[in-house]
């Protein structure tokens, strides 16, 4: 931390239900605080003197006690500035900018004597807020009915949504007006193996919006600790929304205890789309990191033993002979093998040899354990234990072989849910883990939650999944956990949290396919809050050639699979397909060995949510950038300068393009690849294909490598 | 085990849909199965040729599947007879003999080809049997919706019940006719802090019946594993009892999988009351200890700071200055003591040492561990981490005092009934007690459970208390869970599993009193499953002179309290009153420091439930006995034979007995103690007060010793 400058002052309390204003560092974002007759806090916002959010509610219901909704009178108010930089642990950038001003409204109810804070803080790109209960002694114990947290917006903005879920996000996005969501909602709700809807205008945060005006909203949280996920219910007529908890199984919303405070409320909002994803706001909002020596959190690139399963071209399971499973009792040793099991010794040992040979640092085996005969849709309490392998698993030999070729096994912990299994076994699969080498670990939550008639996304849930990555913190273990909650900035407090699913993924290609601009959306919503496991780098879109049974297609060119490893940040990328495809497209599969995975400078180019996003990086500790396109359902050139490079120095950029005939559904695997030479005068104009994109690296390159090459 | 001969044999299928008889193996009990004509299996019991039990349904409705409850055909019949003698590692006899002959009929479903085998084993005091869920191709995943097992009663009997709760079973016994219990119910429901009742003819097991003609016959479950407490509903019009399991939070009763089994259902039967006491069938239908070296569980006879919180003396919490506590948070160092705090050191100290000086085996102390200012009634998740002390509680001070002086402290674990916060803490509670000596732990699962919605019979909570208990063997710790599920003799699987409260105890008597004959009907109804920490022993019955505020009257002469010693098996027991209280009674206090708690064995010489329950006990390892008699609300005569004795053997025999006017209620601290000479033609004609009774040790002697002294 550096540059540390606090500024503190109260401001004398008026005494009257009055309006205070708090502007953002550069003056353009403005956020009014009032309280109404009736007692209600209100805030609002403007952008360059223009509307935001218009005069919103603030306040909870709660549960057998009076809400606390009104009858409150300002007690005081506390401002602050605050102005550090400091530097994650991985990520976009070096360093991050903590700049705000902050405004703390000390409220009490006067009826019940019982006091709330609402701590706003202002950036220049956004704002966030929360609730904070002090002690006293008329607020202890209280559990929340409902927040009924509103952010009014100005008009019948376009709106990015997936539908308001308990239990998933693995949605595509629907593009529409905000006055359209009702219409839309059912046929955006698509088949998930846990779901749980809960109204027509209900939609999930990261919620990305575009004004008329051309002004960008997003409307996220940040640090959600203990407490539900908020998703957002829209009044359609005013154009209002609601803040909407996720419920616990009787229906409550959140157990409190005073002193205690709720995540933050937040909005960035800008004229331009790039700020919006190249704000830091989330992680600006969440507490330092509590692991003191990060020195064993790495970024991973890594391949598995996954996508075949996901395509049916193997099996997670071992056996036909079982209709169900007892672990313990079962008696596996004695069990026909299928032949179709993926996590052999055997075939594990030709993915480590691929690493090695590619220079990817992982590895990642599912299916490896006792228990996939009869592992989901059952409710099943007892159903993986997390260090019984398959007879055909030796996890020593294939430790000992990938320490050989220095590649690292990653675990896979999948869950089916069954909450209280996970928990009891995690100490011991943590254990295990460290004790065959595993230093990172996939945890899997598909199904229905056990305990029954919890949500993936309830306070008991929230709790559970932190639980998991804090224990794994002290086991010097990272955390890449799917089906969880999605990430409101954690891992900067976390940090060996290196990645979430939490949103639709490459997995959903096999599954039917998403929709060709769904990664221009993305990067606006579900990695606001932090990275994502995509497990990108599919190279055969006919998944028929896998497996005959499979007539699922991929959505994306070849090119726009590689630009996703620069615009879909993450530490933790996964070059997904087979060996046997990459090593069909050599030339291709160049690109995802050379990218890097984490970054000294990230400088957005284009943006355009639902059409395109490029994005140039520069390589941690090195001078070498990588450059991403990624576009929508519509052929576009995209038109960028090379002016973030080092003036004079020259560069070899190798340019993976879609070829002119290229389309993500009809001719996805023609990309075109040249190299040239730029420096940081060069412009390029390129054309990518629908559902396409480009990916170029850009190495410093001495004189003479540069001979005869031609300039860009 | 020794003398195990097992005889088997296939009968052959006759192809009809007929009956077929099973008998004990002195052929006083005999069981018939048939087939009804719709292929509802059905057994019926008799004892001596008279009807125990009339043909009754078998089977079970399921979720969202065909019931398994008719249509069902006898595919085959497996008899055997079996008679093996073992050994307990405590118990109320050094050895228990197996025996019993049994039929296993197995039974085929034609629509669905499903299999469902019933089991029955037929002791000579009684009949047990379970259903068995082969493994098979139709029948996987399962859900129970409800139980259908009936048993249908003779007549009107008259019966010993506690109101079917399914949180609770803390309830003083209502003794009446079966057509009586709707008319009753209501007002036996009394008050407790987590309570589900849920019929107005729902009762719970162990229930304990006498017919009109004189035969006792005790209904309940052995081996209770993953599966919820059965629960029993009387059709009154019929007297015919159905099954009624604890649902979980969504109303299902069991997530099942085949293979698998149910508990055993449990009928004891006989003419003579004392039978029923001595009937070991329950642990016979235990599976053999898992735990392989048991050398480290011992009975414990311990004192405790308990007492003095429960009658409101001192308090469990240390300072009231908190209205809500979170733990890691909540600042306990510069908290204000409130001075009522029980579990000081120093206190603790004067505990070690009236333990050290009177041969108590251990301390127990509640109120340690930070978190009791609040702990309750708020539905809590993070109350207690089970590790950290209060400011005024030196562990390792106290640890080393105890040990010095020869004395073992007693962990307590109150969870709150907040079962995932204990589960995530276990593993460092346990190893927490071993780094400090503790080798047992009192655990309690106070108030509603969390997850919420969710009982304390239900089939989750079932599995958690057997995973502590279970847990806890791995680490050598003997635990005594209260508020837990009831015993059903698993502590004969995990001898560790020392005992359990799941009844109204001894601190009933602070709350307001129990009925006066309560104990002499405890032995025939929670006892059967196994031990009760009692906490007997209470010398002042006026709890207003330990508390002013406390108006409970002990309802107990001081001779029954020393009586419970013998009646009340258990081989942890407590002697539970102040050590103040002993001091002013020490020739009476010599028989609870004298009282054996492990035995060789055990002879009921008088009992009948409601009325009084006369035994005497051999020491383990010794020839000294102990003889018990707790009587009911009326004085009586008791008349007994010490023909058990060695032959030509004298013996001293301490009686410690009401005086003549004793009375619970009036005058319950008047007691004589008288030592005359005894053998084995001696005989005893001892009077018993109202709620009353006496305790004697039979110590051998040699003839100088009883010289001079008068015999029996």
Redesign the interface.
């Known amino acids: 931390m550096k540059n540390s400058v606090i500024y503190a002052f109260i401001l004398c309390f008026m005494g009257v239900a009055t309006s205070q204003t708090l502007k953002s560092p550069n003056g353009e974002l403005e956020m009014q605080f009032s309280v109404k007759e009736n007692g209600t806090p209100t805030y609002s916002l403007t952008y360059k003197n223009q509307a935001v959010i218009k005069s919103s509610a603030l306040g909870f219901s709660l549960k057998n006690e009076e809400d606390l909704l009104n009858d409150f009178t300002v007690s005081g108010i506390d401002e602050t500035s605050y102005d550090e930089t400091w530097e994650p642990v991985w990520g976009e950038q070096k360093e991050i900018r903590n700049h705000y001003n902050e405004m703390a409204v000390n409220l009490l109810q006067k009826g019940t004597n019982r006091e709330v804070i609402i701590r706003f803080r202002l950036f220049d790109d956004g704002l966030g807020f929360r609730y904070e209960f002090p ?3 008329n607020l ?2 209280f ?1 929340i009915e409902d927040e009924k947290t509103e952010f009014a917006m100005t008009g019948d903005h376009t709106a990015f949504w997936i539908p308001g879920d308990y239990d998933t996000q693995e949605y595509d996005y629907t593009e529409s007006k905000l006055s359209a969501i009702r219409g839309l909602m059912e046929g955006s709700i698509t088949e998930n193996v846990s779901q749980t809807s809960f109204s027509p205008t209900g939609v999930q945060t990261t919620l990305m919006m575009k004004t008329d005006d051309g002004l960008y909203i997003n409307l996220h949280e940040a640090a959600l600790v203990n407490y539900p996920v908020m998703h957002l219910n829209l009044d359609d007529e005013n154009f209002v929304f609601e803040s909407w908890l996720t419920p ?3 229906g409550d919303k959140a ?1 409190m ?4 405070i709720t995540p933050w409320r937040t909005i960035i909002v800008s004229d331009d789309a790039r700020d919006i994803l190249a704000s830091k706001m989330i992680y600006n909002l969440n507490e330092p990191s509590k692991i003191d020596d990060t020195s064993w959190i790495k970024p991973m690139k890594y391949v598995g033993v996954w996508w075949e399963m996901i395509t049916g071209k193997s099996t997670w399971s071992y056996t036909n002979d079982f ?4 672990l313990g ?1 079962t008696d596996y040793e004695s069990a026909t093998p299928n032949g179709t099991h993926g996590a052999t010794t055997e075939h594990v040992k030709e993915y480590i040899d691929f690493a090695a040979e590619n220079g990817f640092d992982g590895v990642l085996v599912e299916g490896w354990n006792v228990g996939w005969e ?1 592992w989901f849709g ?4 007892y159903v993986f234990d997390f260090v019984t392998p398959y007879p055909d698993f030796d996890v020593k030999e294939i430790q000992d072989y990938a320490e050989s070729k220095g590649v690292e096994m990653i675990m896979h912990h999948e869950t089916s849910a069954s909450v ?1 299994n996970y ?2 076994h995690l ?1 011991t699969a943590y254990q295990f883990m460290k004790e065959y080498g595993y230093n990172a670990v996939k945890s899997g939550y598909v199904g229905d939650i056990l ?4 949500n993936h996304y309830s306070q ?1 849930l929230v ?1 559970h999944y932190l ?1 998991a990555v804090k224990e794994a913190a002290d086991y010097g273990i990272m955390v890449n956990a799917h089906e969880a909650v999605r990430p409101t900035g954690l891992a900067r407090t976390w940090p060996n949290l290196i990645a979430n699913e939490s949103a639709r993924g490459t997995e959903y290609q096999a599954f039917g396919g998403s929709k060709p601009n769904h990664v221009t959306v993305l990067p606006f919503t579900r990695l606001i809050g932090g990275p994502m496991d995509y497990t990108p780098g599919i190279f055969e879109m006919d998944l028929s050639k896998l497996n005959p049974e499979n007539n699922s297609h991929v959505n994306s060119t070849i090119a726009n699979q590689l630009a996703l490893y620069v615009t879909m940040y993450s530490p933790l990328q996964m070059a997904a397909d087979l060996p046997a495809n990459y090593k069909r497209f050599p030339d291709a599969f160049q690109f995802i060995k050379d990218v890097a995975l984490d970054w000294d400078e990230s400088i957005y180019l284009e943006a355009e949510p639902g059409d395109y996003v490029t994005v140039a990086r520069k390589e941690k500790g090195s001078d070498n950038w990588f450059l991403g396109n990624v576009n929508g359902e519509t052929a576009r050139t995209s038109k960028i300068k090379f002016d973030f490079l080092d003036k004079g120095q020259k560069y070899i950029a190798t340019i993976y393009s879609d070829a002119k005939d290229a389309h993500y559904k009809t001719n996805p695997q023609a990309y075109e690849i040249r190299k040239v030479v730029v420096d940081n005068k060069s412009k390029l104009s390129q054309f990518s294909a629908p559902g396409g994109g480009y990916a170029i690296s850009i190495i410093p390159a001495e004189k003479s490598e540069t001979k005869g090459m031609k300039k860009l």
């Open positions: 002690q006293q002694k202890g114990h559990v616990n199984l009787e157990y205890i005073a002193p205690s209709t169900a499973v007892k009792e009869d059952h409710s099943k309490d209280r928990e009891r100490d305990p029954r008639g919890e008991w709790n639980y």
